[in-house]
Protein backbone atom coordinates (compact mmCIF):
# COMPACT_ATOMS: atom_id res chain seq x y z
CA UNK A 1 0.00 0.00 0.00
CA UNK A 2 1.01 3.18 -0.86
CA UNK A 3 1.08 6.08 1.73
CA UNK A 4 -0.77 8.56 -1.01
CA UNK A 5 -2.39 7.17 -3.93
CA UNK A 6 -1.83 8.40 -7.22
CA UNK A 7 -5.13 6.02 -9.03
CA UNK A 8 -7.94 8.29 -6.96
CA UNK A 9 -8.60 10.81 -9.59
CA UNK A 10 -9.39 14.23 -8.58
CA UNK A 11 -10.85 13.33 -4.82
CA UNK A 12 -6.81 12.82 -4.15
CA UNK A 13 -5.28 15.80 -6.08
CA UNK A 14 -4.78 18.05 -2.52
CA UNK A 15 -2.97 15.04 -0.76
CA UNK A 16 -1.06 14.66 -3.53
CA UNK A 17 -0.03 17.55 -3.81
CA UNK A 18 0.94 18.40 -0.45
CA UNK A 19 2.88 15.01 -0.43
CA UNK A 20 5.65 16.47 -0.21
CA UNK A 21 5.61 18.32 3.11
CA UNK A 22 5.52 15.06 4.92
CA UNK A 23 9.40 14.24 3.48
CA UNK A 24 11.08 15.55 6.76
CA UNK A 25 14.03 14.90 5.48
CA UNK A 26 13.48 17.20 2.57
CA UNK A 27 12.04 19.57 4.44
CA UNK A 28 14.41 20.20 6.92
CA UNK A 29 17.06 20.33 3.85
CA UNK A 30 14.98 23.23 2.26
CA UNK A 31 14.12 25.11 5.35
CA UNK A 32 18.26 25.18 5.94
CA UNK A 33 18.31 26.05 2.84
CA UNK A 34 16.16 28.67 2.36
CA UNK A 35 16.64 30.45 6.14
CA UNK A 36 20.17 29.55 6.85
CA UNK A 37 20.84 32.95 7.91
CA UNK A 38 18.75 32.82 10.94
CA UNK A 39 21.44 29.97 12.22
CA UNK A 40 24.28 32.45 12.57
CA UNK A 41 27.11 30.77 14.25
CA UNK A 42 25.52 27.47 14.07
CA UNK A 43 26.02 23.85 11.78
CA UNK A 44 23.71 21.89 9.69
CA UNK A 45 20.38 20.48 11.38
CA UNK A 46 20.62 16.62 12.15
CA UNK A 47 17.08 16.08 12.41
CA UNK A 48 13.60 17.27 11.45
CA UNK A 49 10.44 16.01 12.94
CA UNK A 50 6.59 17.13 12.29
CA UNK A 51 5.18 18.59 15.62
CA UNK A 52 1.84 19.68 14.17
CA UNK A 53 0.03 19.34 11.58
CA UNK A 54 -3.49 20.19 10.38
CA UNK A 55 -4.93 19.11 6.79
CA UNK A 56 -7.85 21.91 5.82
CA UNK A 57 -9.57 20.13 2.95
CA UNK A 58 -12.52 21.27 1.00
CA UNK A 59 -15.03 19.67 -1.68
CA UNK A 60 -14.71 18.29 -4.69
CA UNK A 61 -15.95 22.34 -6.17
CA UNK A 62 -13.70 24.42 -4.01
CA UNK A 63 -10.60 22.31 -3.63
CA UNK A 64 -8.03 24.71 -4.40
CA UNK A 65 -8.93 26.77 -1.36
CA UNK A 66 -7.42 23.42 0.59
CA UNK A 67 -4.82 23.92 2.83
CA UNK A 68 -2.01 22.07 5.42
CA UNK A 69 -0.58 24.10 7.92
CA UNK A 70 2.51 21.52 9.58
CA UNK A 71 5.07 22.87 12.13
CA UNK A 72 8.43 21.48 11.73
CA UNK A 73 11.52 20.92 14.72
CA UNK A 74 14.50 21.04 13.66
CA UNK A 75 18.05 19.90 15.85
CA UNK A 76 20.48 22.35 14.81
CA UNK A 77 24.30 21.75 16.39
CA UNK A 78 25.55 24.90 17.89
CA UNK A 79 29.03 25.59 18.08
CA UNK A 80 28.58 27.39 21.15
CA UNK A 81 26.56 25.97 23.41
CA UNK A 82 26.05 22.20 22.21
CA UNK A 83 22.45 21.56 20.12
CA UNK A 84 18.89 23.28 20.51
CA UNK A 85 15.47 23.19 19.10
CA UNK A 86 14.27 25.30 16.40
CA UNK A 87 10.23 25.84 15.17
CA UNK A 88 9.00 26.58 11.78
CA UNK A 89 5.77 26.99 10.94
CA UNK A 90 4.77 26.40 7.30
CA UNK A 91 1.27 26.73 5.70
CA UNK A 92 1.25 25.19 2.45
CA UNK A 93 -1.59 26.43 -0.59
CA UNK A 94 -2.66 24.97 -3.73
CA UNK A 95 -2.61 26.76 -7.30
CA UNK A 96 -0.72 29.98 -6.33
CA UNK A 97 -2.35 31.07 -3.36
CA UNK A 98 0.48 31.37 -1.07
CA UNK A 99 0.95 34.70 -3.15
CA UNK A 100 -2.52 36.10 -2.66
CA UNK A 101 -2.03 35.18 0.91
CA UNK A 102 1.30 36.49 0.83
CA UNK A 103 -0.09 40.15 0.07
CA UNK A 104 -2.60 40.05 2.68
CA UNK A 105 0.39 39.28 5.29
CA UNK A 106 1.89 42.28 4.39
CA UNK A 107 -1.00 44.70 3.63
CA UNK A 108 -1.94 43.81 7.18
CA UNK A 109 1.79 44.22 8.51
CA UNK A 110 1.96 46.92 10.84
CA UNK A 111 4.84 46.05 12.93
CA UNK A 112 8.44 48.20 12.61
CA UNK A 113 9.94 45.22 10.82
CA UNK A 114 10.02 44.33 7.59
CA UNK A 115 7.88 41.33 6.87
CA UNK A 116 10.85 39.29 5.52
CA UNK A 117 12.09 39.41 9.52
CA UNK A 118 9.44 37.03 10.85
CA UNK A 119 7.92 35.28 7.42
CA UNK A 120 9.37 33.95 4.46
CA UNK A 121 7.41 33.26 1.14
CA UNK A 122 8.01 30.11 -0.82
CA UNK A 123 6.51 30.26 -4.02
CA UNK A 124 8.11 27.34 -5.46
CA UNK A 125 5.84 25.67 -2.97
CA UNK A 126 3.03 27.83 -2.87
CA UNK A 127 3.83 28.22 0.72
CA UNK A 128 4.55 30.69 3.73
CA UNK A 129 7.12 29.82 6.31
CA UNK A 130 6.97 31.47 10.07
CA UNK A 131 10.13 31.30 12.16
CA UNK A 132 9.38 30.63 15.87
CA UNK A 133 8.82 33.17 18.04
CA UNK A 134 6.42 34.64 15.56
CA UNK A 135 3.13 33.68 14.69
CA UNK A 136 0.72 34.28 12.28
CA UNK A 137 -2.12 34.95 15.03
CA UNK A 138 -0.34 34.51 18.20
CA UNK A 139 1.49 38.09 17.13
CA UNK A 140 2.36 38.82 21.01
CA UNK A 141 4.54 35.72 21.45
CA UNK A 142 8.03 37.50 21.12
CA UNK A 143 7.21 39.71 23.72
CA UNK A 144 6.99 36.93 26.10
CA UNK A 145 9.72 34.67 24.54
CA UNK A 146 12.35 37.53 25.04
CA UNK A 147 14.06 36.99 28.38
CA UNK A 148 14.34 41.10 28.82
CA UNK A 149 11.09 41.93 27.52
CA UNK A 150 8.90 39.33 29.85
CA UNK A 151 10.16 41.06 32.46
CA UNK A 152 7.63 43.58 32.29
CA UNK A 153 5.16 40.96 32.52
CA UNK A 154 6.02 38.56 34.83
CA UNK A 155 3.89 38.59 38.13
CA UNK A 156 6.25 39.54 40.34
CA UNK A 157 3.46 41.00 42.75
CA UNK A 158 2.69 37.63 43.88
CA UNK A 159 6.02 35.80 44.13
CA UNK A 160 7.73 35.33 46.92
CA UNK A 161 9.43 38.33 48.82
CA UNK A 162 12.96 36.70 48.19
CA UNK A 163 12.26 37.22 44.85
CA UNK A 164 14.42 40.71 43.74
CA UNK A 165 12.00 41.76 40.64
CA UNK A 166 12.81 43.53 37.67
CA UNK A 167 16.37 44.15 37.37
CA UNK A 168 17.37 41.94 40.19
CA UNK A 169 18.08 38.88 38.43
CA UNK A 170 20.84 37.46 37.65
CA UNK A 171 19.79 35.38 35.03
CA UNK A 172 16.57 34.23 33.49
CA UNK A 173 16.34 31.39 30.82
CA UNK A 174 13.08 30.28 29.03
CA UNK A 175 12.36 27.16 26.89
CA UNK A 176 9.23 26.51 24.88
CA UNK A 177 7.35 23.33 26.39
CA UNK A 178 4.51 22.95 23.97
CA UNK A 179 3.46 25.36 21.03
CA UNK A 180 0.44 25.38 18.95
CA UNK A 181 0.78 27.01 16.00
CA UNK A 182 -2.12 29.71 15.85
CA UNK A 183 -3.42 28.62 19.28
CA UNK A 184 -1.16 28.64 22.61
CA UNK A 185 2.68 28.38 23.33
CA UNK A 186 3.41 26.97 26.98
CA UNK A 187 7.12 28.39 28.10
CA UNK A 188 9.16 27.59 31.22
CA UNK A 189 10.95 30.35 32.61
CA UNK A 190 13.97 29.72 35.29
CA UNK A 191 14.68 32.91 37.13
CA UNK A 192 18.18 32.78 38.99
CA UNK A 193 19.23 35.80 41.64
CA UNK A 194 21.93 35.79 44.39
CA UNK A 195 21.13 36.99 48.11
CA UNK A 196 24.05 37.75 50.15
CA UNK A 197 26.12 35.38 47.53
CA UNK A 198 23.78 32.41 48.06
CA UNK A 199 22.18 31.32 44.47
CA UNK A 200 18.40 31.37 44.26
CA UNK A 201 16.10 30.10 41.96
CA UNK A 202 12.32 29.55 40.98
CA UNK A 203 10.84 28.15 38.06
CA UNK A 204 7.43 29.92 36.41
CA UNK A 205 5.29 28.56 33.51
CA UNK A 206 3.28 31.05 31.09
CA UNK A 207 1.18 29.74 29.07
CA UNK A 208 0.16 32.91 26.17
CA UNK A 209 -2.80 31.78 24.22
CA UNK A 210 -4.15 33.70 20.62
CA UNK A 211 -7.57 35.50 22.35
CA UNK A 212 -9.68 35.63 25.60
CA UNK A 213 -9.90 32.64 26.12
CA UNK A 214 -7.24 32.25 28.30
CA UNK A 215 -8.92 34.04 31.03
CA UNK A 216 -11.67 31.33 31.01
CA UNK A 217 -9.31 28.69 31.53
CA UNK A 218 -7.38 30.86 34.72
CA UNK A 219 -10.77 31.42 36.28
CA UNK A 220 -11.36 26.93 35.61
CA UNK A 221 -8.00 26.49 36.92
CA UNK A 222 -8.07 28.54 39.91
CA UNK A 223 -11.10 27.18 41.03
CA UNK A 224 -9.65 23.60 41.08
CA UNK A 225 -6.99 24.74 42.87
CA UNK A 226 -9.16 26.25 45.78
CA UNK A 227 -10.90 22.56 45.88
CA UNK A 228 -7.72 21.00 46.55
CA UNK A 229 -6.73 23.08 48.93
CA UNK A 230 -10.08 22.61 50.67
CA UNK A 231 -10.51 19.03 49.96
CA UNK A 232 -6.46 17.22 49.30
CA UNK A 233 -8.49 13.83 47.82
CA UNK A 234 -10.06 15.78 45.17
CA UNK A 235 -8.17 17.00 42.52
CA UNK A 236 -4.57 18.49 42.57
CA UNK A 237 -3.56 21.20 40.19
CA UNK A 238 -0.78 23.57 39.55
CA UNK A 239 -1.03 26.86 41.33
CA UNK A 240 -2.43 29.57 39.17
CA UNK A 241 -0.39 32.92 39.86
CA UNK A 242 -2.17 35.63 37.46
CA UNK A 243 -3.74 36.37 34.16
CA UNK A 244 -2.04 39.25 32.35
CA UNK A 245 -4.43 40.08 29.87
CA UNK A 246 -1.89 42.70 27.07
CA UNK A 247 0.24 39.53 26.49
CA UNK A 248 -2.95 36.73 26.86
CA UNK A 249 -0.87 34.86 29.36
CA UNK A 250 -1.31 32.51 32.50
CA UNK A 251 1.08 32.25 34.84
CA UNK A 252 1.51 29.02 36.78
CA UNK A 253 4.19 28.16 39.63
CA UNK A 254 6.27 25.04 38.09
CA UNK A 255 5.00 21.55 39.79
CA UNK A 256 8.00 19.24 41.07
CA UNK A 257 6.61 15.80 39.79
CA UNK A 258 7.23 13.73 36.68
CA UNK A 259 5.46 12.42 34.08
CA UNK A 260 2.94 9.57 34.69
CA UNK A 261 3.46 7.49 32.90
CA UNK A 262 6.87 7.25 34.31
CA UNK A 263 6.34 5.84 37.46
CA UNK A 264 3.20 3.56 37.16
CA UNK A 265 4.04 0.47 36.97
CA UNK A 266 2.31 -3.23 38.42
CA UNK A 267 3.40 -2.10 42.20
CA UNK A 268 1.39 1.25 42.18
CA UNK A 269 -1.22 1.58 39.18
CA UNK A 270 -4.37 0.88 41.82
CA UNK A 271 -2.87 3.57 44.21
CA UNK A 272 -2.52 6.12 40.87
CA UNK A 273 -5.50 5.64 38.67
CA UNK A 274 -7.75 5.73 41.71
CA UNK A 275 -6.03 9.21 42.08
CA UNK A 276 -6.96 9.99 38.43
CA UNK A 277 -10.45 8.76 38.35
CA UNK A 278 -11.10 10.96 41.87
CA UNK A 279 -9.73 13.93 39.92
CA UNK A 280 -11.31 13.24 36.80
CA UNK A 281 -14.52 12.84 38.95
CA UNK A 282 -14.11 16.11 40.56
CA UNK A 283 -14.43 17.92 37.35
CA UNK A 284 -16.99 16.06 36.18
CA UNK A 285 -19.43 17.14 39.14
CA UNK A 286 -17.65 20.59 39.73
CA UNK A 287 -21.21 22.12 37.95
CA UNK A 288 -18.50 24.43 36.07
CA UNK A 289 -19.97 25.35 32.62
CA UNK A 290 -17.35 25.83 29.31
CA UNK A 291 -18.33 27.94 26.74
CA UNK A 292 -18.04 25.31 24.35
CA UNK A 293 -20.30 22.69 23.75
CA UNK A 294 -19.22 19.49 21.74
CA UNK A 295 -22.27 17.04 21.55
CA UNK A 296 -22.66 13.45 20.05
CA UNK A 297 -24.13 15.10 16.78
CA UNK A 298 -20.47 17.00 16.53
CA UNK A 299 -18.14 14.00 17.16
CA UNK A 300 -20.12 12.55 14.22
CA UNK A 301 -19.59 15.35 12.08
CA UNK A 302 -15.73 14.97 13.19
CA UNK A 303 -15.58 11.34 12.32
CA UNK A 304 -17.23 11.91 8.80
CA UNK A 305 -14.88 14.34 7.82
CA UNK A 306 -11.38 12.59 8.97
CA UNK A 307 -12.65 9.47 7.37
CA UNK A 308 -12.98 11.03 4.29
CA UNK A 309 -9.63 12.54 4.64
CA UNK A 310 -8.14 8.91 5.70
CA UNK A 311 -10.04 7.35 2.63
CA UNK A 312 -8.23 9.74 0.31
CA UNK A 313 -5.22 9.30 1.71
CA UNK A 314 -5.76 5.71 1.98
CA UNK A 315 -8.24 4.23 -0.78
CA UNK A 316 -7.62 0.75 0.68
CA UNK A 317 -8.84 1.50 4.16
CA UNK A 318 -11.90 3.55 2.25
CA UNK A 319 -14.39 0.30 2.74
CA UNK A 320 -13.29 -0.16 6.67
CA UNK A 321 -13.52 3.35 7.46
CA UNK A 322 -17.44 3.46 5.90
CA UNK A 323 -17.38 0.32 7.91
CA UNK A 324 -16.45 2.42 11.37
CA UNK A 325 -19.28 5.00 10.56
CA UNK A 326 -21.69 2.77 10.09
CA UNK A 327 -21.43 1.95 13.47
CA UNK A 328 -21.05 5.03 14.93
CA UNK A 329 -24.16 6.60 13.46
CA UNK A 330 -26.13 3.24 14.10
CA UNK A 331 -24.83 3.17 17.71
CA UNK A 332 -24.76 6.44 18.46
CA UNK A 333 -25.91 6.88 22.17
CA UNK A 334 -29.12 8.94 23.06
CA UNK A 335 -27.43 11.80 25.56
CA UNK A 336 -29.08 14.97 26.23
CA UNK A 337 -28.02 18.40 27.30
CA UNK A 338 -29.26 17.50 30.77
CA UNK A 339 -26.51 14.39 30.79
CA UNK A 340 -23.64 16.66 29.92
CA UNK A 341 -20.56 18.01 32.52
CA UNK A 342 -17.75 19.93 32.21
CA UNK A 343 -15.15 17.46 30.55
CA UNK A 344 -11.52 17.70 30.43
CA UNK A 345 -11.15 16.99 26.65
CA UNK A 346 -7.76 15.46 26.69
CA UNK A 347 -7.44 13.02 29.98
CA UNK A 348 -4.20 11.43 29.44
CA UNK A 349 -0.99 10.77 30.46
CA UNK A 350 0.91 13.28 28.83
CA UNK A 351 -1.34 15.79 31.02
CA UNK A 352 -0.61 14.15 34.38
CA UNK A 353 1.83 14.13 36.59
CA UNK A 354 3.05 12.21 40.16
CA UNK A 355 4.01 14.30 42.21
CA UNK A 356 4.58 12.62 45.81
CA UNK A 357 1.78 10.17 45.45
CA UNK A 358 -0.58 12.10 44.37
CA UNK A 359 -1.87 13.19 40.72
CA UNK A 360 -1.13 16.86 39.29
CA UNK A 361 -3.80 17.52 36.43
CA UNK A 362 -2.54 20.18 33.55
CA UNK A 363 -3.90 21.49 30.91
CA UNK A 364 -7.93 22.79 31.02
CA UNK A 365 -7.39 24.36 27.76
CA UNK A 366 -9.51 21.57 25.70
CA UNK A 367 -12.71 21.80 28.91
CA UNK A 368 -15.99 21.48 27.03
CA UNK A 369 -19.65 20.80 28.18
CA UNK A 370 -20.07 17.48 27.21
CA UNK A 371 -20.46 13.59 27.53
CA UNK A 372 -18.53 12.41 30.57
CA UNK A 373 -17.72 9.55 29.11
CA UNK A 374 -15.51 10.69 26.51
CA UNK A 375 -12.72 11.57 29.11
CA UNK A 376 -13.39 8.28 30.84
CA UNK A 377 -12.87 6.36 26.87
CA UNK A 378 -9.92 8.69 26.30
CA UNK A 379 -8.28 7.63 28.85
CA UNK A 380 -8.35 4.10 27.90
CA UNK A 381 -7.67 4.82 24.23
CA UNK A 382 -4.22 6.60 25.15
CA UNK A 383 -3.26 3.71 27.15
CA UNK A 384 -2.62 1.91 24.02
CA UNK A 385 0.35 4.19 22.94
CA UNK A 386 2.15 3.82 25.74
CA UNK A 387 4.95 0.67 26.14
CA UNK A 388 2.82 -1.09 28.85
CA UNK A 389 2.54 -5.10 28.43
CA UNK A 390 -1.29 -5.96 27.35
CA UNK A 391 -1.32 -7.67 30.37
CA UNK A 392 -1.11 -4.51 32.71
CA UNK A 393 -2.39 -2.19 30.00
CA UNK A 394 -5.87 -4.73 30.73
CA UNK A 395 -5.53 -4.43 34.42
CA UNK A 396 -4.97 -0.60 34.46
CA UNK A 397 -8.36 0.09 31.53
CA UNK A 398 -10.15 -2.00 34.10
CA UNK A 399 -9.11 -0.76 37.11
CA UNK A 400 -9.53 3.02 36.08
CA UNK A 401 -13.14 1.90 35.07
CA UNK A 402 -14.18 0.08 37.86
CA UNK A 403 -12.78 2.95 40.08
CA UNK A 404 -14.41 5.42 38.00
CA UNK A 405 -18.04 4.16 38.11
CA UNK A 406 -17.62 3.91 41.93
CA UNK A 407 -17.36 7.34 42.27
CA UNK A 408 -20.35 9.01 39.89
CA UNK A 409 -23.98 8.78 40.42
CA UNK A 410 -24.32 8.49 36.47
CA UNK A 411 -24.38 5.04 34.52
CA UNK A 412 -21.44 4.70 32.13
CA UNK A 413 -22.74 2.05 29.83
CA UNK A 414 -20.51 -0.34 28.02
CA UNK A 415 -22.10 0.56 24.82
CA UNK A 416 -21.81 4.61 25.14
CA UNK A 417 -17.49 3.59 26.32
CA UNK A 418 -17.90 1.54 23.04
CA UNK A 419 -18.90 4.24 21.27
CA UNK A 420 -16.43 7.29 22.92
CA UNK A 421 -13.73 4.44 22.58
CA UNK A 422 -14.25 4.17 18.40
CA UNK A 423 -14.12 7.71 18.14
CA UNK A 424 -10.98 8.65 19.72
CA UNK A 425 -9.30 5.43 18.25
CA UNK A 426 -10.34 7.15 15.04
CA UNK A 427 -9.06 10.59 16.15
CA UNK A 428 -5.86 8.98 16.65
CA UNK A 429 -5.76 6.85 13.44
CA UNK A 430 -6.39 10.68 11.70
CA UNK A 431 -3.47 12.10 13.80
CA UNK A 432 -1.21 9.28 13.26
CA UNK A 433 -1.38 9.82 9.65
CA UNK A 434 -0.89 13.11 9.38
CA UNK A 435 2.04 13.38 11.46
CA UNK A 436 3.91 11.39 9.16
CA UNK A 437 5.74 9.42 11.88
CA UNK A 438 8.09 6.27 10.67
CA UNK A 439 5.97 3.23 10.68
CA UNK A 440 2.86 5.47 9.84
CA UNK A 441 0.45 2.86 7.74
CA UNK A 442 1.05 0.20 9.56
CA UNK A 443 0.60 2.50 12.56
CA UNK A 444 -3.07 3.65 11.09
CA UNK A 445 -4.22 0.20 10.22
CA UNK A 446 -3.39 -0.95 13.89
CA UNK A 447 -5.41 1.76 15.45
CA UNK A 448 -8.23 1.17 13.06
CA UNK A 449 -7.91 -2.47 13.87
CA UNK A 450 -8.37 -1.01 17.92
CA UNK A 451 -11.34 1.06 16.19
CA UNK A 452 -13.50 -1.77 15.12
CA UNK A 453 -12.96 -3.83 18.03
CA UNK A 454 -14.16 -0.86 20.32
CA UNK A 455 -17.17 -3.24 21.77
CA UNK A 456 -15.39 -5.92 22.66
CA UNK A 457 -12.54 -3.75 24.31
CA UNK A 458 -15.38 -2.03 26.54
CA UNK A 459 -16.74 -5.39 27.55
CA UNK A 460 -13.03 -6.59 28.80
CA UNK A 461 -12.42 -3.73 30.78
CA UNK A 462 -15.70 -3.37 32.26
CA UNK A 463 -15.15 -7.47 33.14
CA UNK A 464 -14.73 -6.13 36.69
CA UNK A 465 -17.52 -4.46 37.52
CA UNK A 466 -17.13 -5.08 41.76
CA UNK A 467 -14.01 -2.46 41.52
CA UNK A 468 -11.69 -5.90 43.16
CA UNK A 469 -8.16 -5.26 41.31
CA UNK A 470 -7.85 -6.65 38.54
CA UNK A 471 -5.30 -9.75 38.70
CA UNK A 472 -2.11 -9.13 36.66
CA UNK A 473 -2.23 -13.11 35.94
CA UNK A 474 -5.09 -12.76 33.29
CA UNK A 475 -4.26 -13.43 29.68
CA UNK A 476 -4.86 -11.12 26.77
CA UNK A 477 -4.97 -7.57 26.16
CA UNK A 478 -7.83 -4.66 26.97
Not at 87 to 92: E, H, M, N, S
Not at 277 to 289: C, D, E, M, P, V
Not at 451 to 461: D, E, F, V
Amino acid sequence: MTIISQNNGIANAPIAAFARFIDTKTMGNLLWQRLASGFDGQGHPTDCAIVYARYKHLKTQSQLKSSLSVCYRLDVADHRDGRHDALFYVKAYLGGRSRNEWGKLADSNRTSHSLETFATHLPELDAIVWRFPHDPVLTHLPEVLDAEKVQSYLPWEVLPDNVPGPGGLTDLTNRVAHYLPEKSCTTRYDLRWQVAGTPHELTLYGKTFKGEEGKEIYERITHFWHTSRQDSESITVAQPLVYTESVKTIWQQAVDGVPLSRVIDESNFEHYLEAVARGLTTLHKSRLASSRTVSIEDHLVESRKKSIKLGQALPLLTTQLQALLRLLENGAPSVTSSDYTLIHGDCQFGNLLAQDGRVVFLDFDDCVQGDPTRDVANFIVYLHFYDFSPTLREAMSSTFLASYRRLVEWEVSDERLAWHLCVQFLNKAYRAYFQQAAGTEQEVLRILELASNATRLASKCALNRSGTPTTLRRQGSC
